[in-house]
């Protein structure tokens, strides 16, 4: 038996205004909210299982890398660092398939492409290790992401310009008619 509560759409947006305003989840708006419990219900996934894996960068839905990592050993898949420090991480990545390649990221990498902020200034190596994991697993096994962006990827695009959104009109339901064949 599953624990997986499909609520009606009223309810998902009650909970997803208590959700936002908590902050619990760091959604940055209700809709953000209600749009992951819709999308948790459709996955076919507990909510608050859904919020802790999935988060919301630059506006678009992205899977964490430990979720990844997580969901990627589940399968088989293994991990043997080569080197590891402030300046490299630089792992092996197997494949459940036993394809495996060797990933890279180093933080003349990362100050290149502008990533060095607080997080990367306090914790160098696990930002490093993070990036490895991320981008390793998206290439060898990318289902891990469940066709969701990887966190980096997320953060490496650029924000986009919010477009005005198509008014919705409403339309009447025209009932299909009856053809009868000659």
Known sequence: ??????????????????????GFYGFKNQNQAFTALIASQD???????????????NNRPSKKTETAFRDFKKAGGRVKWIETTEQIAKAELIAPDNDSIIMEYTIKQAEKAGLIKENWLKNPADMLRSRVLSKGIKAIYPQAYDGFLSEDE???LDIIEEQPKEEIIECETIEPKNIEAD
Do not use: W
Request: proline fraction near 5%.
């Open 43 to 57: 996955m076919g996934m507990n909510a608050t299982r859904f919020c802790q894996d999935y988060h919301i960068i």
């Open 154 to 156: 997320a953060i490496d």
């Open 1 to 22: 038996m599953s624990n997986i509560i499909v609520r009606p759409l009223p309810e998902l947006q009650v909970i997803s205004k208590a959700i936002y305003e908590s």
